[in-house]
């Protein structure tokens, strides 16, 4: 379905996004890397409201008990973790980054588990096995061997 798609091309723009920002946080100050990015995703998301709001013609209202949830998400949730993840992409390869976002939804579960007792349903956890097992292989060392 139409969801799946954008689910599937954002996971894509994501994986870009983290191979770039390894490369480029090696060759340039990662306060500039993330002020540009910020602007620019702004920006970009500016404008794609404005269309938005153009083409469905319903005006978007916000209650103002939101904009304290959106200023957390903005800038804690959004910017702070950004922050520190490109900051550590200086110091660890870009491989790992990637692994510790494939563990994301493992994390989640796992807290919603705890905090609010969820069970988990037969694919998520074979979901969680896989993810886990992938990153145990990737970083089984595995010895060359020349055939001749």
């Known amino acids: 379905n139409v969801g799946d798609l954008i689910t599937f091309i954002g996971a894509i723009i994501c994986a870009i ?9 090696r060759k340039t ?6 002020f540009y990015q910020f602007l620019f995703s702004g920006i970009i998301s500016v404008i794609g409201l404005f ?19 959106v200023a957390y998400l903005g800038v804690l949730g959004t910017l ?3 922050f520190v993840t490109v900051w550590a992409q ?3 390869s870009t491989i790992y980054t990637a692994m510790i976002f494939a563990l994301e939804p493992v994390f989640a579960s796992t807290s919603s588990y705890a905090y609010y ?4 349903t037969t694919l998520e ?9 992938g990153l145990i292989i ?3 060392p595995i010895k060359k061997v020349l055939v001749k």
């Open 29 to 34: 100050e990662f306060i500039g890397l993330i």
């Open 138 to 140: 990737y970083n089984i």
């Open 80 to 82: 702070f973790c950004f």
């Open 17 to 25: 996004q983290i191979i770039a920002a390894g490369y480029y946080v």
């Open 125 to 133: 956890v074979i979901g969680a096995v896989g993810i886990i097992a």
């Open 117 to 120: 007792g969820k069970i988990f």
């Open 51 to 69: 269309f938005y709001t153009i083409l469905s013609k319903e005006a978007i209202q916000f209650e103002a008990s939101s904009y304290f949830g």
């Open 90 to 92: 200086k110091y660890i």
